[in-house]
Every structure is written in C-alpha cells, then in structure tokens.
C-alpha cells in the first residue's frame, strides 16, 4: 500500500483488512500509529487531554485493566489495578503490586480513548503516544473493569480539539562523535556503586550509552552470552519457580514485572511468558546481544541479563527478584553463571 495520511483513506483500508492489527495496518500504510489512531477521532475514538497529575490518579477508579508497555522488539502486558501513584514532573511512578511503571510525562503527547467494534463485542482502550506518533503505553479494559468509571474518566478528559488529524515532530536524526571512552574512570565509578540506580546518572557523567559501558568496562563486571541466553534464562527460572523482575520500556514509559514465571512459549520468531496476569512477547531474531551485568551495591551486587538490538538498544532486561536491604538470590546468580558466554575481544 502506499503511504497516505488523509483519514477517509486509513479508514477504508481498515475496512480492507479488518483481521489486520492496527499497528501492523499503520505501518504497511507507512504511517505513525497516532496518525491511525486519531483517524478515527469521531468513528468511535475521542482525543483525551493528557494533564499527566489529574489522569493517572483517576486511572485507579477503573479497577482492573490491562496495562501494555512496548517497543519494536517486546510487549509487556500486566494485569491489575492502578494504584500507588507518585507523580513528578520530569518522572512519575506507579507502584501497584500488580502494575509497577516508572514514566516520563514529557513524552506522553498524545491520548485518545479508542473503541473498536468487533461484531456484537466492544474493545476499549487508553492510549498514549509521544510527539512523533510512536506507542508510549495502552490502557485495555478486561471483564472485571468498571466500565461506569471508564465513561466518566473519557468524559473529564475529551480534549477540545476532536479533529481527525494530528500534528507530529519530525525525529531529528543525531550523530554522536565519535569519542574515547574513559575505561579507567567508568570501572573506578562503577565499582564504587553501592546501588543500581546509580548506574544511569554514572552513564549521564561520562556521556556514554549504556550499551558503551556494557562493552568496555570489562568482563569482572559485565560478559556477553549468547542470544539464546534469553530463553535459557526463562526456561531455567520456570523450572525452579524463581521469581524474577522483567523490564520493557521506550522513551515515555518502563513496566516492571516481578514475580515467578511458569508458561514460557516459542512461536515463530517469539517467545513467549504466558501466565495468568503477565505476558511477555520478545522478537528473539530482534536480540543481536546480549550481556550479564554486574553492579555493586551495599550488600554485594546485582546482576541482570540485558538483551540488545542492532542499534544497541536495550530491548528487555532481567534481574533476580531480591528482597530488600539483601543480597541477591544465590539461584539467580547461579543461573546466571551458567548461560553460555561469547568470549569478547576485549576479554581475549
């Protein structure tokens, strides 16, 4: 097909191909998903007026929902209530029991409430999208939802504006120059951590992409394993009902799944947790790296299996569920150990 952002024509090719998925269906149309999405701003779908602080405490009203968190390679799916929110300017948390996220509110542009009928059935659903047109996080309503809180929360926040376009940035192409990285500074801060989350603000010092750090800081501190790794690690974790933590994420939006898995699945290219309230779908032929990292913290460290793309971006991330103020469990750190490592240049 070819490209077309006049909503008329995104309309009737859906009515084209409607066993098609709508982000599938965008893309064969060669456009953004928001741009699909407001098309049907008046057909069902009402742009929402995203004021961050106001939404999300009132998400809680709905009861349970589904909450989906994605990029290009995973889909992190949780089953749940929102509660525990705490907002913040440049980033916001929910910490449910069931539905974990840490947010960037500056990415979350656009919202609509969508609904799609399909025969006599009814699928509704939040969704957000930042200022070039890609998914920050949905919103889905299951059986159990309080369809009465749903209609009212769409009513408090229709936006004004109800038309069936929607103006986007331009992504802005950014090359980094080409630089030394600093190994003996990066290993001296690295092993002075004495918690994971001092790991981001190390990379913003240094100016380096966590995938630089990975690679260069040496294999005391994080070693390449092959890419079956990933599954390896599922399999393992399901056999000996260890919980673990899984983090997908893009710019706008990381949700957090701890607990122990059980149906872990290969179709096709995916593979697949499949339990009851979590769902993971990783694009395995997506992973071209991946790394078990080790940080220091003040009771020993942490280690996590990272899984990368081409362009060395973090696709999915692992860690043993810990409990708080201990190390970490012995049996990850087992299984750790025994997924099959590439040996590095930098290693030889």
């Keep these: 097909m070819t490209q077309t952002r006049d909503s008329a024509a995104i309309r009737a090719a859906q009515a084209e191909n409607p066993k098609l998925r709508a982000r599938d269906l965008a893309t064969q149309l060669g456009i953004d998903e928001a741009t699909y999405v407001a098309a049907w701003c008046g057909h069902g779908t009402t742009r929402l007026a995203v004021d961050f602080n106001a939404l999300f405490p009132a998400l809680e009203s709905l009861g349970e929902v ?7 390679s995973a889909v992190h799916e949780k089953s749940g209530v929102y509660d525990k929110f705490h907002g913040g300017k440049v980033a916001a948390m929910m910490l449910g029991e069931a539905i974990d996220m840490r947010m960037f509110p500056k990415h979350w542009v656009h919202g609509f409430a969508v609904e799609t009928r399909d025969g006599d059935s009814v699928r509704n659903s939040l969704q957000f999208f930042d200022a070039h047109g890609d998914a920050v996080h949905k919103i889905h309503a299951r059986p159990a939802t309080d369809m009465d809180a749903w209609h009212r929360l769409v009513a408090a926040f229709t936006h004004d504006d109800q038309s069936d376009t929607v103006v986007l940035e331009e992504k802005a192409e950014v090359e980094k120059p080409v630089a030394e990285i600093p190994v003996t500074e990066l290993r001296d801060r690295w092993s002075r951590m004495t918690d994971a989350h001092q790991f981001v603000p ?13 690679r260069e800081v040496g294999e005391d501190f994080a070693w390449q394993l092959d890419t079956s790794s990933v599954a390896a690690m599922l399999n393992l974790s399901a056999n000996e009902k260890l919980p673990i933590m899984c983090f997908v994420g893009n710019k706008g939006c990381i949700q957090i799944h701890s607990g122990p898995v059980e149906t872990i699945k290969e179709i096709g290219p995916w593979i697949n947790v499949l339990d009851p309230g979590f769902n993971l779908h990783l694009r395995q032929d997506h992973v071209k790296e991946v790394w078990a990292v080790r940080k220091p913290i003040d009771t020993g460290h942490v280690t996590s299996l990272e899984a990368y793309n081409k362009d060395g971006e973090l696709i999915v991330q692992f860690f043993g569920k810990r409990i708080e103020g201990e190390d970490e469990r012995e049996s990850w750190r087992m299984i750790m150990e025994q997924l099959p490592r590439i040996r590095t240049e930098r290693a030889a």
Excluded: F, H
Excluded at 66 to 72: D, G, I, P, S, V
Excluded at 202 to 214: P, Q, S, Y
């Design 66 to 72: 589904l909450a989906l968190t994605r990029n290009e």
């Design 202 to 214: 190390l990379l913003r010092k240094l100016g380096l992409e966590r995938i630089e750090a990975v």
